[in-house]
């Protein structure tokens, strides 16, 4: 990457859902907390972490699908919101640059609607190609380019396979000539065999068209490969971020190591030879995380400490950031 500019930066994001629970006492779904991290104009951040540790939640509240808790979010140097300037931009013009492509294509694309129509639908929203023949051209341009044939503009959703729902998925996305695209899970629905096409569409289109991704997956294997950087989530905080080859090959922080430990290695008798690292009992509920480190219950090194005071992000390396109090013996 040429370019190091940064595109998206965020602050002390916070994202609390409240739960009605029956008694009197308010009580929140800590989804996110404090969120510190950037996004290079033109990279790919892969962000990972087990079902429920808050990364969806932080995907669609970067792009303010999800209303922050607290925090600072700036995009191309401006801040689009800032709980303490009290700023919050209206965001019709902000969905021209950032899109989101959904996790279940199926369930992203209004079934009483032609693709046409879905993705004549954002054009409309952003007044792009005012004209009819403009924008029949402009949707069967956006057909080709994920893949599809342009008489595919008349069909249903459910006339489409998952893999091709996605495409259309992907090129509402596109519509706009965006700039960033949270991409939530894209491929987690699909079968295996069409993920890694989807993946290299993705990758010409980014190349292509000089987008920025967050790359959003559980599985580490499948974002080590498309990601610039990777950022680790536990329970809604950030707990390690580096450059893909870094992470993967150093990684310093007890719980990315745990996740690396699971992932099948191509040589079958080192795969064998390999230690994993097994986590004792389940993620604790987000509704009431541990005090102090979140992974301070399922992690073997946690001391006194680690159960008091929550560890900061801080850079161990040059662009490498971990948050843990006992680096040293992890
Ligand atoms: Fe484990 Fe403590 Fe580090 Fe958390 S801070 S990961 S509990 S050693």
């Known amino acids: 990457m040429s370019e190091q500019k940064k595109l998206l930066e965020v602050e002390n994001l916070k994202k609390y859902f409240a739960v009605k629970t029956g008694?009197?006492?308010?009580?929140?779904?800590?989804a996110v907390e404090s969120a510190n991290f950037f996004i290079y104009k033109g990279e790919t951040l892969g962000l990972v972490g087990e079902s429920g540790c808050g990364k969806?939640?932080?995907?669609?509240?970067?792009?303010?699908?999800?209303?922050?808790?607290?925090?600072?979010?700036?995009?191309d140097g401006k801040?689009?919101?800032?709980?303490?300037?009290?700023?919050?931009?209206?965001?019709?013009?902000y969905r021209r640059k950032m899109q989101i492509i959904f996790q279940d294509p199926s369930a992203s694309l209004d079934p009483r609607m032609t693709v046409g129509e879905i993705i004549g639908e954002a054009l409309d929203i952003?007044?792009?190609?005012?004209?009819?023949?403009?924008?029949?051209?402009?949707?069967?341009?956006l057909l080709s380019q994920v893949g599809l044939n342009t008489e595919h503009a008349n069909r249903f959703p459910h006339e489409f396979s998952g893999g091709q729902q996605q495409r259309v998925g992907i090129a509402r996305a596109l519509a706009v000539n965006p700039e960033f695209i949270v991409c939530d899970e894209p491929i987690s629905a699909?079968?295996?065999?069409?993920?890694?096409?989807?993946?290299?569409?993705?990758?010409?289109?980014?190349?292509?068209?000089?987008?920025?991704?967050?790359?959003?997956?559980?599985?580490?294997s499948v974002v080590r490969h498309i990601s610039n950087r990777i950022?680790?989530?536990?329970?809604?905080?950030?707990?390690?971020?580096?450059?893909?080859?870094?992470?993967?090959?150093?990684?310093?922080?007890?719980?990315?190591?745990?996740?690396?430990?699971?992932?099948p290695l191509p040589d079958p008798v080192k795969s064998r030879a390999r230690e994993r690292i097994l986590l004792?009992?389940?993620?604790?509920?987000?509704?009431?995380?541990?005090?102090?480190?979140?992974?301070?219950?399922?992690?073997?090194?946690?001391?006194?400490?680690?159960k008091q005071e929550m560890p900061k992000l801080e850079e161990v390396g040059p662009g490498h950031y971990a948050a843990c109090h006992h680096l040293e013996q992890a």
Request: with cysteine; net charge negative.
């Open 280 to 306: 004792e009992g389940d993620i604790p509920s987000p509704m009431n995380p541990p005090s102090g480190c979140r992974f301070h219950t399922r992690c073997p090194y946690a001391t006194e400490i680690c």
């Open 23 to 30: 008694s009197f006492k308010k009580n929140y779904v800590q």
């Open 231 to 263: 950022g680790v989530m536990y329970l809604g905080c950030m707990v390690e971020l580096a450059e893909s080859y870094e992470l993967c090959a150093h990684p310093v922080h007890p719980y990315t190591k745990t996740l690396l430990s699971a992932v």
């Open 126 to 141: 952003h007044n792009i190609c005012p004209s009819k023949a403009e924008r029949n051209d402009r949707i069967r341009n």
């Open 56 to 75: 969806t939640t932080l995907g669609r509240t970067l792009i303010r699908l999800y209303e922050p808790t607290s925090g600072k979010i700036i995009y």
């Open 190 to 220: 699909l079968d295996v065999s069409i993920q890694s096409q989807v993946v290299n569409m993705l990758e010409d289109l980014q190349e292509e068209m000089g987008l920025t991704y967050l790359f959003i997956a559980h599985d580490i």
């Open 79 to 93: 801040p689009i919101y800032d709980s303490e300037k009290k700023i919050a931009e209206k965001m019709l013009p």
